[in-house]
């Protein structure tokens, strides 16, 4: 009897510490592919999608190369976000249906490491290693809040939806080239690079600062299927941001070009008037360019008897009124010949005939 006990208290013993360990390995994470799902999930928490090896080959497709061209020009433009037609880029202001704007997505992929931010330098962008900026030296200038979460290659920054700058990035500068590949017989625009500017309110007024650059072809995987509202009639999100840069859909102001001195358009144009007429030659020079590569039909068969060149209206007035002259001398003569071709026909003459009498 008293082993029969012993038995049903060792039996019992045993299972209740099975218990216990199957308990506890309930509680506890398992190991293997689903730990490390669950870790990349708490990761990529801003809500941006991972780049897929297809979208990665898709960028190196769209990706122009200039290297070949025989003629190139650097244009630097200054976008005003308040502006219609470049509104798209900054509304929604803060993330709204899962919907964000330019800075905002550029801001979020830069603070989890996916995203390279280089230094701003006034006309001698570098875009490698040593000119590459630290994100957290970016966050520390801008007094902007953060948390950090420690990674496996490098250190991530969680920063909260209220404390991005967003609303106070108002402007952007574009890089662009301008270029001719002779080789492809290729006249084309390649976005080279953008850089955000916060404006904010200090005791003197307002203070611009250009924060970093980015080289466009690092954002463009991201924002090639970021679908934006381009018009406030169509509220249909039909092109996406890649469409609107490629497109070229913005509207910006030249701020200047690449020259050897390293100028910009303010320091030889002190007035308004002046900028805007050197503003206005240079856009000139960029068609005239484009204009003298193709062949150029002869006009000179529309050149009036003053001597002068009819254009615009004047032109198509001067060509319906020679179209309808000429239609109405056509009607006449052949009025004319219809005429001539119903009349009776004439008779012939015919020489004299002698009449002959018998003579009694």
């Known amino acids: 009897m008293k082993r029969f006990c012993f038995l049903l208290i060792w039996v019992g013993a045993i299972l209740a510490t099975v218990v216990a360990q199957a308990q506890e390995e309930r509680r506890a994470p398992r190991a293997g592919r689903g730990s490390e799902r669950s870790r990349q999930a708490n990761e990529n928490n801003s809500g941006l999608p991972e ?3 297809r979208a990665q080959n898709m960028n190196q497709l769209l990706t122009q190369d200039v290297g070949n061209a025989r003629w190139m020009r650097v244009i630097y433009r200054q976008l005003n976000m308040l502006n219609e037609k470049n509104a798209p880029l900054y509304y929604p202001v803060a993330p709204m249906n899962g919907m964000m704007n330019l800075f905002t997505t550029i801001f979020q992929l830069a603070g989890d490491g996916k995203l390279p931010v280089y230094q701003y330098l006034d006309g001698y962008e570098i875009f490698d290693d040593a000119h590459r ?7 520390d200038r801008f ?3 953060y948390e950090t979460v420690p ?4 250190e991530r920054f969680v920063i909260n939806e209220s404390d991005v700058p967003s609303e106070e990035v108002k402007s952007f500068y574009v890089k662009e080239a301008w270029y001719f590949d002779q080789n492809n017989s290729v006249y084309d625009v390649k976005i080279l690079a953008i850089c955000p500017i916060i404006t904010r309110m200090m005791d003197i007024g307002d203070q611009t600062t250009p924060m970093f650059w980015v080289p466009y072809e690092e954002i463009r995987p991201y924002v090639a299927n970021n679908y934006i509202m381009t018009s406030n009639v169509n509220n249909a999100k039909t092109f996406t941001v890649d469409d609107y840069f490629r497109r070229r859909m913005f509207e910006g102001e030249i701020i200047k070009t690449e020259n050897l001195l390293n100028l910009p358009l303010q320091a030889y144009c002190p007035t308004p008037d002046s900028l805007a007429l050197e503003r206005e030659k240079i856009e000139n020079e960029l068609l005239a360019f484009e204009k003298a590569l193709w062949y ?3 006009t000179t068969a529309q050149v009036a008897s003053t001597g002068k060149k009819a254009s615009g209206r004047s032109a198509r007035k001067s060509d319906a009124k020679s179209n309808a002259k000429s239609g109405k001398k056509a009607k006449e003569k052949a ?4 005429k001539k071709s119903t009349a009776a026909p004439k008779a ?3 020489a004299p005939t002698r009449s002959v009498r018998r003579g009694r």
């Not at 990674?151 to 490098?154: K, M």
């Open 143 to 145: 007094e902007i809040l």
């Open 151 to 154: 990674g496996n290659a490098q």
């Open 296 to 298: 150029q039909p002869d």
């Open 348 to 350: 012939e003459k015919s």
């Open 335 to 338: 009025k004319e010949k219809e």
């Open 133 to 139: 900026t630290n994100f957290k030296d970016v966050l």
């Open 51 to 53: 780049l897929t090896v």
